[in-house]
């Protein structure tokens, strides 16, 4: 597509649910990046891909969350056993290579944690 | 501590005034970016400046890179309400090229 896809849009989970989001890129694009954004605040990093490999995970809040892209295109972003604390829009970027070219995001999925 | 300040945190304004809002750092960046982001949806790029000193326009909004590339501002001339968002500033720092971003910007033009 052209754009970078995000679904679901919205997610209200139960705590201690595990949830799935998925990202898909804009085709030919190397590097993928999610990040975390809470309400009226800057996104925060989690991890970066390059093609299938994950070459930063720094950002990931806890050994709950993982993320995948295993044959470097569509990327998944699992949390298990959520928290209120995971409540936030989890975005997907991704990008041709260098940061100089920019980041194309995503519409971002909206999780709420009950 | 965050890395980039920005500032004001919240702004609003009558639709034709015009505004300049600030992205400051004490650390030096190759290049700077800043992106608006409306409700509900992702951050859009605006524009990337990369020389110290560089002035690059997009129609109304004039973005400045500081001489000693440490900090930028963006100058909005006869606000629209178009222009109400969340203006983010990011810059890469560390390995992998990741983009850190600001707190953002919260701009309301009132019509």
């Known amino acids: 597509g052209a754009g970078v896809s995000q679904s679901p849009r919205y997610k209200v989970a139960k705590r201690g649910q595990d949830v799935a989001l998925r990202c898909d890129p804009i085709?030919?694009?190397?590097?993928l990046f999610w990040y975390q954004q809470a309400l009226g605040q800057g996104p925060e990093f989690l991890t970066y891909?390059?093609?299938?490999?994950?070459?930063?995970k720094s950002g990931l809040p806890s050994d709950r969350f993982f993320a995948e892209r295993p044959e470097g295109s569509v990327s998944t972003l699992k949390i298990q056993r959520t928290q209120q604390e995971d409540s936030a829009v989890y975005l997907c970027?991704?990008?041709?290579?260098?940061?100089?070219?920019?980041?194309?995001f995503g519409s971002g999925t909206r999780l709420t944690v009950v | 501590t965050q890395l980039l300040e920005q500032s004001p945190q919240f702004l609003s304004i009558q639709e034709g005034e015009n505004l300049t809002v600030y992205c400051n750092s004490s650390?030096?960046?190759?290049?700077l970016q800043w992106y608006r982001q409306e409700p509900g949806e992702g951050p859009v790029l605006l524009v990337t400046v990369v020389t110290g000193g560089e002035v690059k326009k997009l129609k109304r909004l004039t973005f400045q890179f500081g001489d000693a590339r440490k900090d930028s501002s963006l100058h909005i001339t006869a606000a629209q309400p178009g222009d109400t968002g969340l203006y983010l500033c990011?810059?890469?720092?560390?390995?992998?090229?990741?983009?850190?971003f600001g707190k953002g910007i919260t701009l309301s033009v009132r019509p």
């Open positions: 085709s030919g694009h190397v590097s």
């Open positions: 650390s030096v960046f190759s290049s």
């Open positions: 990011a810059g890469p720092k560390g390995a992998n090229s990741k983009l850190t």
């Open positions: 891909f390059q093609n299938e490999a994950q070459l930063d």
């Open positions: 970027a991704s990008s041709l290579g260098t940061v100089d070219y920019g980041y194309t």
